[in-house]
């Protein structure tokens, strides 16, 4: 079946350092990639996307690498702030059904 | 970007009653959709809610437990019906709109209501 999931269910960073949190996903079949962060008693809101045809995509601060072969997404994140303290999903989206398919998630808790 | 607005934010209810959640966007929009976040998961599709047309429900999920109304562009309601403690959850709508990072388009979330069935 479809499933997009996260190896690490937690992520504790110091500030300033790199944060990396990682997803696989099952299904070859999702058009876009997407990380999501959700902060307490809030909706996720959008980071990045990223094509599935394509391998890597920058934005601020924040970077989405693509493993096509081995089905692997990831979200850097660098100079990691207390501000981004949330959990993270990745999603996979299936657009012409504009259908997400979301994964697990990830909490990321930053060390001051 | 959608606005969103969820009524209530918050509730508590006896097992074998129902809740209407109600969804509000500050922009027309064509396609609205209810997600399910049971505590400490991730967010699961309950169903697609277009205007003008029935909602159509994501495997496990059943119009007669979540019935949907989708009455304009901007506004929509899930009922959670005949609740049990199984159905706390989150329940968040979403919105698609317009040109997101110019890839597709992209999805906007609401606050979700937190749901206590005791």
């Known amino acids: 079946g479809e499933s997009v999931g996260l190896h690490l269910p937690t992520l504790s960073v110091q500030e300033g350092d790199n944060s990396i949190i990682n997803c696989a996903y099952s299904n070859s079949a999702s058009d876009y990639f997407i990380w999501y962060k959700q902060e307490s008693g809030k909706g996720p809101q959008f980071i990045i996307d990223i094509r599935s045809n394509m391998d890597k995509r920058q934005g601020q601060r924040v970077t989405v690498l693509l493993n096509k072969t081995v089905k692997h997404l990831s979200l850097q994140i660098a100079a990691t702030q207390p501000g981004d303290s949330a959990v993270y999903f990745c999603a996979g989206l299936y657009s012409s059904a504009s259908k997400i398919i979301f994964g697990s998630g990830t909490r990321l808790s930053i060390r001051p | 970007s959608a606005v969103i607005s969820q009524k209530p934010s918050r509730d508590i209810c006896q097992r074998g009653t129902s809740l209407t959640i109600q969804c509000q966007v500050d922009?027309?929009?064509?396609?609205m959709f209810w997600y399910r976040q049971q505590p400490g998961q991730s967010l699961t599709l309950i169903a697609t809610a277009n205007q003008g047309s029935e909602a159509t429900y994501e495997s496990g999920f059943v119009i007669d437990k979540f019935p949907i109304s989708r009455p304009n562009l901007t506004f929509s309601t899930l009922t959670v019906s005949n609740m049990s403690p199984e159905d706390s959850s989150i329940y968040l709508c979403?919105?698609?709109?317009?040109?997101?990072?110019?890839?597709?388009?992209?999805?906007?979330f609401g606050p979700g209501t937190r749901l206590t069935v005791l």
């Open positions: 922009s027309q929009v064509t396609m």
């Open positions: 979403s919105v698609e709109e317009g040109e997101g990072s110019g890839t597709h388009n992209e999805q906007f």
